[in-house]
């Protein structure tokens, strides 16, 4: 690899040493900043949505969290789903009224 660099062709010209963005002339700065903003809601939305993803494996296994001993019906599944919504709940309200989640 070093052979490669040492003697290999090196024509480099302004055209070539231009960032390329799909044939169209590049528009500012291609090391510009993004707000801390957009970060912050992008993180908020990958948590809330995985934990929206977690539902699902519940909502298949809900009969079998629903029976309980002797074939009785029991609330122990929907109490745990219950508390976990509980918790996003908070969390969300608390994102919120941090005003963390709004666009000015």
């Given amino acids: 690899m070093a052979l490669a660099v040492l003697i290999g062709p090196k024509s480099s010209n302004p055209e070539k040493l231009k960032p390329f963005e799909c044939g169209s002339?590049?528009?500012g700065?291609?090391?510009g900043r993004y707000s801390?903003?957009?970060y912050q809601v992008a993180i908020l939305f990958l948590v809330f949505d995985i934990e929206a993803a977690f539902m699902y494996p519940w909502a298949q296994?809900?009969?079998r969290l629903s029976l309980g001993a002797a074939g009785t019906v029991s609330?122990?599944?929907f109490a745990?789903?219950?508390m976990f919504v509980a918790i996003l709940v908070v969390a969300l309200?608390?994102?919120w009224?941090?005003?963390a989640i709004g666009w000015d």
Wanted: proline share 8%.
């Fill in 97 to 99: 009224r941090k005003k």
């Fill in 75 to 77: 609330f122990f599944g």
């Fill in 93 to 95: 309200a608390y994102v």
């Fill in 80 to 82: 745990e789903m219950m």
């Fill in 29 to 31: 700065s291609p090391r």
């Fill in 25 to 27: 002339e590049p528009i």
């Fill in 61 to 63: 296994l809900f009969t």
């Fill in 36 to 38: 801390v903003k957009f």
